[in-house]
């Protein structure tokens, strides 16, 4: 169950915050002193909460040492304990008609708790704006970043970005489209995250990463042992990723590796996520796809005129 509430820090202390007009006492989260103005933010378990997200500005008519937040509240501790469902998706590349899709599909699903991106939010498509705020917009979301967020930052910046062959007048075009007001929650995406449910731990990168963090050449042909290998030296319970958009999926007991393959793009008119079920006899994973219109959206391309529309239409999307 969400609720919005409003949420102070009391150094040293906790969490003190006011929910459906009733106030509660939450002990310090990890880390000791939770980052405030992080977006979208990161789920940090604690006994009976779970807080969600901060928002970065205080409302008005409150102290501005009170910020927004929204809070998990498990309906029964017991219920909280037998298991935890999220949602996964990634490299949604701007394409606002498949991520409705899937958006509408993981809300009518009980009990689902959060929603992780591996990152390329944006880039490929034409609705960059649309998507991250339908992303951005979500109490219970969160995302690593990917190469294209890397490549609009870099353009933002006035850096040259390491964009695909093919792409950088793409890359361009998407960044004089950004809504400027998505900036700072773009640059606030971390390269990985880590996040504790239950006894499992995940880890969630939009690729495999080398030593550097930096990401590693797509292998179009993993396979468990390969995986097994590169993560030898993790504790996590699953491997989260995306990039390759074909996707993988591999698990033993113990350890799970999946990437559902790309929600936004593909030479078919569906947008795959996973749902993933996290529990103590382990973790179930669904890999799932839904229809979406298509052919409009390849259509859009060319109705507005999209720079690259053409190179993209025929590599990504297998339209000659």
Same mark, same amino acid.
């Given at each position: ?84 469902? *999220?949602?996964?998706?990634? %490299?949604?590349? =701007?394409?606002? @008609?498949?991520?409705?899709? /899937? &958006?509408?599909? +993981? ?7 959060? *929603?992780?991106?591996?990152? %390329?939010?944006? =880039?490929?498509? @034409?609705?960059?704006?649309? /998507? &991250?705020?339908? +992303? ?23 850096? /040259? ?160």
């Amino acid at each position: 169950m969400l609720a919005q509430g409003f949420l102070e820090y009391a150094p040293g202390s906790g969490w003190y915050c006011s929910v459906g007009g009733k106030d509660c006492y939450i002990p310090a989260l990890r880390p000791y002193c939770y980052p405030i103005l992080a977006y979208p933010g990161t789920a940090h378990e604690t006994t009976l909460y779970e807080i969600w997200r901060v928002e970065c500005s205080a409302r008005e008519d409150y102290d501005k040492k009170w910020q927004i937040c929204t809070i998990q509240v498990p309906c029964t501790e017991e219920k909280s304990a037998m298991t935890t469902k *999220i949602g996964f998706i990634t %490299d949604v590349h =701007g394409n606002a @008609p498949a991520l409705r899709a /899937v &958006l509408a599909e +993981l809300s009518r699903e009980d009990d689902l708790c959060h *929603i992780y991106g591996a990152g %390329d939010l944006i =880039g490929i498509g @034409p609705d960059t704006n649309e /998507v &991250l705020d339908l +992303l951005f917009g979500k109490p219970s979301f969160s995302s690593v970043a990917g190469n294209h967020e890397d490549c609009i930052l870099a353009l933002l910046a006035g850096e /040259v970005p390491n964009s695909p062959p093919g792409m950088e007048e793409h890359h361009q075009w998407v960044a004089n489209e950004l809504d400027r007001r998505f900036v700072p929650q773009l640059t606030a995406l971390p390269r990985m995250l880590s996040p504790q449910h239950g006894d499992l731990e995940l880890f969630i990168a939009h690729y495999h990463l080398n030593a550097e963090q930096e990401l590693m050449p797509i292998d179009p042909e993993p396979t468990l042992g390969k995986l097994e290998a590169h993560y030898a030296e993790s504790s996590a319970s699953a491997i989260l990723t995306g990039h390759h958009h074909d996707g993988h999926f591999f698990a033993r007991p113990g350890r799970t590796f999946l990437n559902p393959g790309a929600l936004g793009c593909g030479t078919h008119p569906a947008a795959r996520y996973a749902v993933l079920t996290l529990g103590e006899e382990g973790i179930g994973v669904e890999r799932r796809e839904v229809a979406y219109d298509w052919e409009r959206f390849l259509h859009s391309y060319r109705e507005r005129n999209v720079p690259g529309g053409e190179f993209i239409l025929e590599r990504v999307f297998g339209q000659a």
